[in-house]
């Protein structure tokens, strides 16, 4: 079973530039999150789909991220524009359902660094 | 007050060792109860989880939930070098949101 795939691994920009991250989820997994992880810290939740709807988006900062899940399968998160603080890990994560049970199946992550 | 709390470490042992984490928390409706193991620039992968209280056992690992103390831990027997990484408990509550703690380093020395 292939797992989540994300891509760049590593990305470094300059503030006020855009970026974008994408993921492609496990097969048949309805269930889409985006997580930041900054150093030293646990992941904390972005933004979560279920097939191509949002269904938590408390914690994206709306004036900068944004993150679209055409179709109910692969996602793009945009930064614009990037600042420092923006720099971390950001994970991208599936699960068969929404809401039974954790979320198994992490990506590698993209490094982002803002300097 | 954070709504899941984890000491960082580091935590150093011997190999062979047994290793006790631990994580506290606030939010009384947390129902799933996760840990996940992350080594160095990878994304974390699920160890184990407990639905509700009680422990549950799979190999080396042993966790346990104690929901009147809000109080986790995961236990890990003979540790190896292998075993060295962040450990990461994470919680998930009837809003299906998950709460991650900020992660145990561990080194088990050979």
């Known amino acids: 079973e292939a797992g989540v795939a994300q891509s760049p691994r590593y990305k470094i920009i300059e503030k006020r530039q855009s970026v974008a991250f994408w993921c492609n989820p496990i097969?048949?997994?309805?269930?889409l999150y985006w997580y930041q992880q900054i150093l030293g810290q646990g992941p904390k939740l972005l933004i979560q789909?279920?097939?191509?709807?949002?269904?938590?988006d408390s914690q994206l900062p709306k004036d900068r991220f944004s993150a679209e899940r055409l179709k109910g399968v692969d996602s793009t998160l945009k930064i614009q524009p990037a600042k420092l603080e923006d720099s971390a890990v950001y994970l991208c994560?599936?699960?068969?359902?929404?809401?039974?049970?954790?979320?198994?199946?992490f990506g590698q992550g993209t490094r982002l660094t803002v300097v | 007050q954070k709504e899941v709390e984890q000491d960082p470490g580091p935590l150093s042992v011997p190999e062979g060792a047994i290793v006790s984490l631990n994580c506290t928390y606030s939010n009384s409706a947390f129902q799933y109860f996760m840990w996940y193991r992350q080594y160095s620039r990878k994304g974390p992968e699920l160890l184990m989880y407990?639905?509700?209280?009680g422990n549950k056992e799979d190999g080396r690992f042993t966790a346990q939930v104690d929901k009147s103390s809000k109080y986790i831990s995961l236990f890990i027997r003979d540790s190896q070098p292998s075993d060295s990484a962040t450990y990461l408990c994470a919680m998930k509550g009837g809003g299906f949101k998950t709460i991650f703690g900020a992660g145990t380093r561990l080194f088990v020395k050979a």
């Open positions: 097969s048949g997994h309805a269930t």
């Open positions: 994560a599936s699960s068969l359902v929404l809401g039974q049970g954790p979320e198994a199946f």
């Open positions: 407990t639905y509700s209280s």
């Open positions: 789909f279920q097939n191509n709807g949002v269904v938590d």
